[in-house]
């Protein structure tokens, strides 16, 4: 076991280093360098990988809170606010989408396929899914409007 760690140990790794740089051959130079290279190369693409660290911490969301004399025009106003935000966003989710969905449609265009008529299913499946989605917030509204009005003599 003594040998083993001779034969491995640094100190006998910078002796053989240097006896072979002290040869006298003319690929000395080029072997180091290519030598340095390639262990450059390695290391830069380890590099490049990084690696996983610790995991984000959580993101943490504060709600807001109301105070509890507001008035009713307060809330309302509160409200309107609140859904002319999330109509903007929804309006700008849809933009995205559809520039999303014309590269899709240029890309199988250019490809050969038939992207008229998976863009005529796609927008019928689309129109479906909203009537369903319009249904049922009609519907519950409606069971809504009407249990206060059964509730009361």
Not at 75 to 85: C, F, M, Q, S, V
Not at 125 to 146: H, Q
């Amino acid at each position: 076991m003594k040998e083993f760690f001779r034969n491995v140990s640094p100190v006998r790794a910078i002796q053989d280093l240097w006896q072979t740089l002290g040869a006298p051959t003319e690929y000395r130079w080029r072997g180091l360098a290519l030598a340095v290279l390639a262990t450059g190369g390695i290391f830069s693409v380890m590099w490049q990988e990084g690696g996983r660290g610790l995991p984000r911490p959580p993101e943490v969301i504060y709600f807001e809170s109301w105070r509890a004399d507001r008035s009713d025009a307060e809330i309302i106003a509160g409200n309107l606010e609140a859904t002319k935000r999330a109509k903007a966003e929804a309006a700008a989710e849809a933009a995205r989408a559809e520039d999303v969905r014309a590269m899709y449609k240029a890309v199988g265009a250019a490809t050969g396929l038939d992207t008229e008529a998976m863009d005529r299913k796609a927008r019928a499946e689309r129109e479906a899914e909203a009537r369903a989605a319009a249904a049922r917030d009609k519907a519950l509204l409606e069971e809504l409007a009407a249990k206060p009005a059964a509730k009361a003599p």
